[in-house]
């Protein structure tokens, strides 16, 4: 998800200086109900080209191995931080192992399960929803500073069902945090946002929905699997604290206030590969 919403994003500001800011008449069916649609038109030519240029590929280093990245995060000097899931390893702007931070276990400044990670003001979040916490390392010293454990008591689920768990996040200005929880639908995996405030305390009702993954029923069982090329759900934040929305369905970009209600939209129709 988190290159997907990275590329998402860098077309949005590529495409606005061409947006028409008229309605558009020709929205797809399935997209009809939103109103204050902005049209990208479909020759439009961007006012900004982005090339990605490939800097170096992570592999082994000595004794150093990484089996899964769950999430990647880089800070204002350009360092780049991995999450190997109980350890996060650090490289530096050029791709040189510089350390791995954290440890497997329960107490301070240990990991368990990190599957986002943020930079902000010189602290790396490490969101580890095996222990329902966002846990803080000093970006100088790479030290623990501090943990914030997130109260999900009052949080709705269904009962005798898994309790939802937190699976991405975003730090807002304000050192608040909106959380996106996935509930346990096999048929149609979600994402269900909430923000807490900096001490972990739940302080809204939900916010908005986004579809995590779309899947596909395994044939003689009533389990369902993911879609190798089926529908994401992606999000962002932009400056303003406005919460960005799309998939990799469609073009289709919404915009929604802090507090999770819609505003607006854009939407550049693109030809599909059958």
Not at 18 to 39: I, K, N, R, S, Y
Not at 161 to 175: A, C, G, K, N, S
Request: glycine share 6%; net charge negative; with cysteine.
């Amino acid at each position: 998800m988190l290159y997907r919403n990275a590329y998402v994003m860098l077309c949005l500001f590529a495409f606005l200086p061409a947006c028409t800011g008229q309605p558009d008449a020709e929205l797809p069916d399935h997209l009809a109900e939103f109103d204050h649609v902005t049209m990208i038109p479909a020759d439009a030519t961007p006012a900004k080209t982005v090339r990605l240029q490939e800097m170096w590929e992570i592999g082994p280093d000595g004794d150093m191995l990484i089996d899964h990245i769950y999430a990647l995060a880089t800070d204002e000097q350009r360092n780049i931080y991995i999450s190997g899931g109980d350890k996060i390893h650090l490289f530096d702007p050029e791709g040189n192992y510089r350390k791995s931070i954290g440890q497997h276990g329960t107490g301070p400044g240990d990991l368990m399960s990190v599957f986002d990670l943020q930079v902000a003001d010189n602290t790396l979040y490490a969101l580890d929803f095996g222990q329902i916490r966002i846990q803080r390392f000093s970006t100088t010293s790479l030290e623990p500073d501090g943990m914030i454990l997130l109260d999900i008591h009052t949080l709705p689920h269904q009962e005798n069902v898994i309790p939802p768990f937190p699976l991405t996040f975003r730090v807002d200005d304000d050192q608040s945090f909106l959380i996106g929880f996935q509930h346990s639908n096999p048929a149609a995996p979600s994402l269900h946002f909430y923000r807490f405030d900096r001490d972990g305390n739940l302080v809204s009702d939900r916010l908005l929905s986004l579809l995590l993954i779309e899947t596909l029923p395994q044939p003689g069982t009533d389990r369902f699997i993911p879609s190798p090329v089926g529908n994401r759900g992606l999000f962002q934040i932009g400056p303003d604290n406005r919460i960005y929305t799309a998939s990799t369905k469609d073009f289709f970009i919404k915009i929604h206030a802090p507090d999770g209600s819609y505003q607006s939209a854009l939407y550049h129709p693109i030809e599909k590969r059958e």
